[in-house]
Every structure is written in C-alpha cells, then in structure tokens.
C-alpha cells in the first residue's frame, strides 16, 4: 500500500478501533495506518498498536471507554457529538511501525509457506486420485511380474544345472552301435595275432589252419566278416571251445 500523507474517516470507522470493532471500515483504516495489506490474522495484530496511535494524536480518545452493554451505534453517537463527525489522520510512522512489521512479514512469510504446500498437498491428492483407476491394474502386473521372474529365475537354474551336466561329456563322443561291434572284431583279431605270434613255428603254423577253418565255418553263422580261402588269419576271428587248450579261441 503506498504512503498517503493524510486521509478523512469518520469518527464512528475511528471509534470503532478503539471499541475493539470489526469491519471494512475498520479494516481499510487499519490497513493505511500501518501501510499494508493485512489480512484478517494481522488485523487482529495491527490493532493494540493502531489504537496507541490514535492515542497519541488525540488523547480525549483514551475516555472513549466502551461498554459491551451499550449499542454500539448509540455510543459512537454519543462521542461523535463531543469529538466530531471526522478526523484527518496520518499513518503510524515507519519507525513506530518497525518491530510490529517484523512480526507481520513472518506472518506473511508463514502464510505464503503454508499456501504454498497446500496447493503441493491438492496436486498431489489429484495425481492420486488420477492414478486410482489403475490401482487394481497396478497390482495384477506387479502380481505378473514376480510371476515371470520366478520362472526366469528357474529358468536360470535350469540352465546352470545343465550347463554342468555337458560339462561331465567334454570330449566324449557318441558311438553307434555298428561302431562298437567293429571296435570288439578289431581287439579280437589283434588278440588272436598277438597269441600266433608268440607260438613256436610248427604250432603257429597249425594254428593258423585252425583259425582258418574256424573262421570258414563261423562265417555263414555271424557277420563279422567273410572267409578269406588265401589261407592268412583272418581279420576276424568268431569265438568257440575248439582249442587245444580249451580256451575259447579256437587254437
């Protein structure tokens, strides 16, 4: 509110500060007394030390004492007709206005803060309200999601224990059965050479007749290989109990 020099009011807008009254004429009069904006907390503020300042400029003010058992009206009268019907009044000095403005400006400060949080407090209580909707949608996808992550979770172990599992299969090779049976004909012949081998000249000779006549006789009984009539051991060899030493390898 800017400074005014002097300004009219009537006597009754001026009795009533002194009365303790309320009002927009009350309230226009505090508010150019102290030059500000007051609102209705710091009327309430602004009024003891207004009304030491109309005091101080007129002192048959302090016998202006009001009863609540009177009208109002009837006593404002009452003092109109001894003080008069206006008064020309300046505003409380900045000075005198100085430790009462500390209090109002944290007043103001205060309801500024608390405005302030309020409309944070209603923005928030809009979102959350705006979110409602989806608070049922909300829980079935959090409700899904741990779902899902139970599953990849054992999924992940899953993966470990397999993982561990090839690992016992490093550099083993699948054989087929095919395979095995021609590994076992290879160990054989190779056993049955070893033992020929090893035997003196004339018992390897004979033996070697008897594997041969052995292997012709195996042959149409098994598919570990045809004759060979060259008269050499043969590749295979088939099993039996026809050895001299009755060991089942046909010597």
Known sequence: MSEEARRVFKMETILGVIAGKSGADVADLLGYLSQRDLSPEELGAVAPIAKGWLYSLEPRFMK?????????????????AELGDNVSIEPIPAAEMSGISVVLDKMADSKAAIAAQAGEIADLKAKV???????????TLEK?????????????????????E???FDGKVAISEKEIESSVKDMVSKAVKEALANLPVGAAVAGAA?????????????????????GAVPDTFGFGASGSGDDGFGF
């Open 64 to 80: 202006c004492e009001y009863s609540e058992n009177v009208a109002f009206e009837e006593w404002a009268q009452k003092q109109a």
């Open 129 to 139: 309200a705006a979110l409602a909707p989806f608070e049922g949608k909300t829980a």
């Open 210 to 230: 008897a594997g041969a006549v052995a292997a012709e006789a195996a042959a149409p009984a098994d598919d570990f290989g045809s004759t060979d009539s060259s």
């Open 166 to 168: 090839l690992k016992t």
């Open 144 to 164: 899904q999601v741990a779902d899902l992550n139970g599953k990849l979770d054992k999924s992940k172990a899953d993966l470990t224990a397999a993982q561990k």
